[in-house]
């Protein structure tokens, strides 16, 4: 198994997914439920973006065949996105976006917020979607590193769950400057992997 390659799966499916950025719009989007309903919106919500994930890891290539979309290309694109993501969590404008999607939601679908907003397009959203397909990619033929980013697509699932089970604490403790300093710093980190996600698909073409 290559561990480097689980390494940055893992480093850019959390940091495109931002389990801590998540917290507020969850206590926000569930104020009105009792402890119980939140926990089964937050267990609802996480399996069916894990679905999409998984989805996207499994069959996002074959689609982008179908398309005539080349792996060099959608790099391309693909680390432009995750470079404007990057560039909105650096700036604190993400968490304003996706406040203000959920707030949208919230009025037009009051009753499927685990479904949407929550896990549409909260965790399985354009961006992550991408970073998914990206790392599929780089897995190629290798089954084991296939089931190394199912592993981690699981992992960064489940991170969001605990988040949400334990939003009210890590809330308190995090605090508003510490979401804004952990948001910043991931957003740098997410905008040096576009760069070099930008990069190979430049090289690929090139050759």
Do not use: W
């Not at 605990?162 to 510490?178: P, Q, S, V, W």
């Amino acid at each position: 198994m290559d561990f480097e390659f689980l390494k940055t799966a893992f480093i850019t499916m959390f940091v495109a997914i931002d389990p801590p950025g998540l917290i507020a719009i969850f206590l926000s989007l569930t104020a009105h439920m009792t402890l119980a309903d939140r926990k089964t919106t937050a267990y609802h919500s996480v399996m069916v973006a894990l679905a999409i994930l998984v989805a996207a890891a499994l069959g996002g290539e074959a689609v982008m065949n179908l398309l005539g979309i080349s792996v060099p290309a959608f790099r391309i694109a693909g680390g432009l996105l995750l470079f404007y993501i990057a560039f909105e969590m650096v700036f604190e404008k993400r968490v304003e976006r996706k406040a203000h999607s959920a707030d949208e939601a919230i009025h037009d679908h009051p009753k499927n917020i685990a479904v949407f907003p929550l896990a549409i397009p909260m965790m399985a959203g354009p961006g992550a979607i991408t970073a998914t397909i990206l790392q599929a990619g780089k897995a190629g033929d290798s089954y084991v590193n296939q089931a190394g980013l199912l592993f981690v697509l699981a992992i960064v699932i489940g991170s969001c769950l605990i988040c949400f089970l334990l939003a009210n604490k890590l809330d308190k403790y995090l605090g508003n400057t510490g979401r804004v300093v952990l948001s910043r710093l991931l957003g740098l980190l997410l905008a040096a992997l576009a760069i070099q996600i930008i990069g190979d698909g430049v090289l690929a073409f090139a050759k």
